[in-house]
């Protein structure tokens, strides 16, 4: 039924259009254009909360605090930052250094 009301309120605004002289075309065009975008908005479903990323973060949460302690200290699941790369690994200046090029 919304999508009828909606076929029904672009036929109408095409009319305006063609005529945007006409008698009180400029309020009936506001008003059919705001009914439109409410029901469009009314049309699209709402996303909840986004997909979790970790699949078993679930399960984990019902772990004892030493468990989850350990699972974060693991290498295995850290996340690497492949953003920024490391430009001068240990932070002396040596890599564009002329007196350590060697």
Known sequence: MKADRRKQIKKRLREIARNPNAP?????????????????????????EPAPADPDAEAIATWPPEL????????????VDRGSSVHD????????DPRRSR
Not at 24 to 48: D, M
Not at 68 to 79: E, H, I, K, M, Y
Not at 89 to 96: F, M, R, S, V
Request: aromatic residues 6%; glycine residues 6%.
């Open 68 to 79: 989850r302690a350990r699972l974060q200290r693991s290498s295995f699941n850290r996340v």
């Open 24 to 48: 009180g075309a400029a309020e009936e065009a506001q008003r059919l254009t705001a009914e439109y975008k409410r029901l469009q908005s009314a049309e699209r479903t709402p996303a909840a």
């Open 89 to 96: 690994p240990g932070g002396w200046d040596t890599l564009n």
